[in-house]
Each structure stands twice: as C-alpha cells, then as structure tokens.
C-alpha cells in the first residue's frame, strides 16, 4: 500500500497537467489490480477539496461526481470508509464544504455529543451547535 498527497490526487481529478498526470498514472499503475492499495487519509481528501473549491472553482455538482468516483474506486482506501460515506451524505444534503461536513462526520464516529463551531454553515448541520 501506499499513501497519496492532495497534489497527486488532484492531478487525477482534474487532469491539469498533462506531464504530471503521465507521471501519476504511472505511479498508481502497479496498484490498480489491488483493491484498497493507495491510501487516501482524511486530510488528503480535506486539503484536495478545499483547493477544488477554491483553486479550481469546482461546483458542488462536480465535487459530489469527484467524491463518488473516489469511493467507488476499489483501489482506493480511506481511514474510515463509513465516516466518509457520512461525510458525503452531509454534504449532499446541505450546502457547507466537504472539509466541515468530514469534520462533523468524524466527530459522530468518535463519540462526540455535538460539534461545537462558529461556522454559520456548518452550524446547520445536524449535530452541530453554535455557541
């Protein structure tokens, strides 16, 4: 197995540079016949999201086809498949960043009773309270 940086991953997802992209495809190559083999962790897929909103200007239709093909992606591992896959549900259910809505979700599989934010989006998220 190996662990892959937002840079990496966001070659995939956006193919905006043809030499990197080569290079990367390359790279994961080898893995591609073996499922959960390239590690994806939880800031990888915060910073990659940020940067797709920020950088790239990725709408939350885009983002949403993005987050899919990752998790259908059998090579693909995450940190906690299911917290993602809550994080994702989070996420097409309202209208806060992907980075607020792994928080939340994270917090839940942790045990938390609430998150605590003054993010006004994130606020209305379902176990989330403002102060």
């Known amino acids: 197995m190996i662990g892959i940086d937002s840079n990496i991953l966001l070659r995939l997802l956006t193919a905006d540079d043809p030499v990197q992209l080569e290079a990367v495809e390359r790279l994961i190559a080898p893995y591609d016949a073996t499922p959960e083999s390239i590690l994806i962790n939880n800031v990888v897929l915060a910073e990659t999201f940020w940067t797709l909103t920020r950088g790239y200007r990725f709408d939350r239709a885009a983002q949403a086809m993005a987050l899919q093909h990752l998790v259908s992606t059998h090579t693909f591992r995450f940190e906690d498949r299911e ?19 792994l928080i939340v979700a994270l917090n839940e599989a942790a045990g938390c009773d609430h998150t605590a934010s003054f993010d006004e989006a994130m606020g209305s998220l379902p176990g989330v309270v403002r102060p």
């Not at 917290?83 to 809505?101: P, Q």
Request: net charge positive.
């Open 83 to 101: 917290t993602l896959l809550r994080a994702i549900t989070l996420f097409g259910a309202s209208k806060t960043g992907f980075a607020d809505c």
